[in-house]
């Protein structure tokens, strides 16, 4: 068996293990894995819980609650979730999974990121209705609550954060981390805001196109040229899918659901992991 029919098979393992896993729970633990590596540039670094050093990441590596990810100058990672949400992690990214509860039969889904610095976008295509059913992302400055969108956050300055919503079917809600700050604002399609250390955000603007395209440039993988198989593991570019994931470029679907209550804030600590473990020099 040649090198490359051996790493399409592993991705395809990858993207089975994806779909017999959907139909129970998951919380991220007891060596269960959340999500994994689609696509990857460049050095990248991953830790998991208990790890004494980090070790490079390689495609198709599996990712699990508590894992650090880091990216290096010219590194990127696309990350693949059991809840069909990517992540792509742009260069000098530094993220810790905090929070990842996957329950498809009780159509809930509780995650949190926390971006200690970086550029990250995410695709939440999925609308999860369940009680409890939570995706958030925050920052040293700002707190981003999800229903389902397409979003990047730059948090490369440690006392400020941009967010621009690329799209959207419901609002993006923004605030900021700091439980004593008010205000919070709602981005649509195309809108922006900035969270500063201290202060609210800044009431939503046009994105200048300049700025979005830059900021989705940063955060685009280029994603591994296996073949796709008659099976259907594999979507184009050979990125693992999951039912309704569709092309980078495109905006899974996100159901309608007017009904939905409105997005409130939990508790902004949790107890996370400890610090990352050294990167080997």
Known sequence: MSCSTKRICAVAL????????????????????????????GEVYLSHKGDTAAFQAMLTDPIYLYDHIQTEKGGRVQI????????????????????????????????????????????????????????????????????????????TLTDETTVVCIDTEWDLAVKNIQEEVPGEVAL????????????????PEQAPEDLMMQMLMDT???LPT??????????KGGAVTGAGL????????????????????????????????PIPQ
Do not use: C
């Not at 929070?99 to 999925?126: C, D, L, Q």
């Not at 296996?226 to 979507?235: R, V």
């Open 80 to 155: 693949l979730f059991q809840d069909e949400s990517l992540l792509n992690l742009a260069e000098n990214t530094y993220i810790q999974i905090t929070e990842h509860i996957y329950s498809p039969e009780e159509n809930m889904r509780s995650s949190w990121f926390k971006i200690v610095t970086g550029k990250v976008r995410a695709i939440v295509g999925r609308y999860f209705a369940g009680a409890g059913s939570k995706y958030r992302v925050s920052t040293p400055t700002a707190i981003i609550g999800v229903r389902g969108t397409h979003f990047v956050v730059d948090a």
């Open 14 to 41: 990858v993207g089975l293990l994806f779909l017999l896993s959907a139909s129970v729970p998951s919380w991220g633990v007891n060596g269960e894995p959340i999500g994994s590596i689609t696509a990857i540039e």
């Open 226 to 235: 296996f073949q796709s198989g008659p099976g259907g593991l594999l979507g």
């Open 246 to 277: 569709m092309e980078e470029g495109e905006m899974p679907p996100i159901p309608v659901a007017p009904d939905q209550p409105p997005l409130i804030f939990p508790p902004q600590e949790l107890p996370g992991p400890p610090p990352p473990p």
């Open 188 to 203: 649509t399609n195309g809108l922006m805001t900035k969270v500063l250390e201290g202060q609210p955000p800044t009431s």
């Open 220 to 222: 685009r993988v280029t």
